[in-house]
Every structure is written in C-alpha cells, then in structure tokens.
C-alpha cells in the first residue's frame, strides 16, 4: 500500500514569496491532515478535510495560509505572503475515516521550508 | 496550549535496556492516546496506541501504560535496540481533535 505522498521535499523562499505543497493521502482514505511542526516542538493542526470539506481550521492563519481539497482526494496548502516564521516542516497526514474517534493517522515525508 | 507535554527532550539508554518514555496530559476530555516514532527527514511513523478504556497495550518489544488519574502515559522499549534511535512523540485525541508532544529524542547506544 502506497504512504502518503507530498511534494516539494524541500523548499527555500525570500519572505513575502509565496509557496505551495502538494499531498496525496492513503487511497480511500477520507480525512486529510496538514500540520506544521517548527523545530522542537510537536506537530500543531493547521486544517483537517473530510473527503473535500474542511472540518478544522482554527489555527489556520487565513490571512495567509490557504489550503483546498477540490475533490477530495490530493490537497494543496499555499503560504502567500511567506514570514520568517513560518520555516517549519509541514506534515501531511490521512486516516481511513471520520475525524478523531480513535483514528490512526498516517504521515507523509513532508516539506522542509525555510524562509530566508 | 501545552495540552501534552514531553518533559524530557531527550533519552540515552544501552543497547539491551529498558527505555522510558514519558507523556503528561491536561485534557480530561482525550480518550485515545498514540505514540509515533520520527526518523530525520521522514514523517512520523504510528507506533502504538492505548484507548483510555484500558490501562496497558503491548506489541511485541513496545508496551504503553496509561494512569487515567494521574492523566500521564508512557512507552516501554524492552529490550532498546539501536534501530529504535529516533524522536518518539505522544499524542492525545477526543472526538475532535489530536495534539502532540513536543517530542523526546531516544538514543539507543550499542
């Protein structure tokens, strides 16, 4: 069974430029994930999708960050502008169902950005 | 919000011993609680989990205990092997939501 897959790896950005990430879950799976994870710290949610509706997005800064599951399959998160801040891995991650409710989330590799 | 805590960043034990590994919550409300293990450059990988109907899941080398009242869990490795080197973070989950530990940094020393 193919993992979660996310693209870029890596990505250097000038602050102000924008950047997007791409996810595809686990086939079938309906609930996808982003977290961002600066260094040292655990993984914070920044939005959760059920199949193409978004179920959280409280700590999603909206002025910037953007995300979209159009079909409810592959998701992309935009940051535009970019802040130093936000240099962090961004995590993608899907479980087989309805959103918490004892549901094992599966990561990607995710996307080292770093804003310079 | 630190609703799970990690208090020790990082852990070094010996090849063949026991490894320890610690995970306090605050949120009455979480009711299923995960450990993954995170290699560099690779996403968390799902370990092992326990629901809070139980106080002890066990998988192979890994066991998870869980003290409901003293809101706190922890991961056993018996034996550590050098392979089990990474960063292991817990979290905690209720119907809505998952928050994560900041993560402790596990080295396993042959």
């Known amino acids: 069974e193919a993992g979660v897959a996310q693209s870029p790896r890596y990505k250097i950005i000038e602050k102000r430029q924008s950047v997007a990430f791409w996810c595809n879950p686990i086939?079938?799976?309906?609930?996808l994930y982003w977290y961002q994870q600066i260094l040292g710290q655990g993984p914070k949610l920044l939005i959760q999708?059920?199949?193409?509706?978004?179920?959280?997005d409280s700590q999603l800064p909206k002025d910037r960050f953007s995300a979209e599951r159009l079909k409810g399959v592959d998701s992309t998160l935009k940051i535009q502008p970019a802040k130093l801040e936000d240099s962090a891995v961004y995590l993608c991650?899907?479980?087989?169902?309805?959103?918490?409710?004892?549901?094992?989330?599966?990561f990607g590799p995710g996307t080292r950005l770093l804003v310079l | 919000d630190q609703q799970v805590k990690q208090n020790s960043p990082s852990l070094s034990v010996q090849e063949g011993r026991i490894s320890i590994l610690n995970c306090d919550y605050t949120?009455?409300?979480?009711?299923?609680f995960l450990w993954y293990k995170k290699y560099p450059a690779e996403g968390p990988t799902f370990l092992i989990s326990?629901?809070?109907?139980?106080d002890k899941n066990e998988d192979g080398r890994f066991t998870v205990f869980l003290n409901k009242s003293a809101k706190h869990l922890s991961l056993h490795i018996v034996p550590s092997q050098p392979g089990d080197s990474a960063v292991y973070f817990c979290?905690?989950?209720?119907?809505?939501?998952?928050?994560f530990g900041a993560g402790t940094r596990l080295t396993v020393k042959p």
């Open positions: 991650a899907s479980s087989l169902a309805l959103a918490g409710a004892q549901e094992t989330q599966y």
């Open positions: 086939s079938g799976h309906a609930t």
């Open positions: 999708f059920q199949n193409n509706g978004v179920v959280d």
């Open positions: 949120n009455s409300m979480f009711d299923y």
């Open positions: 326990i629901s809070s109907i139980k």
């Open positions: 979290a905690a989950s209720d119907d809505n939501d998952m928050r």
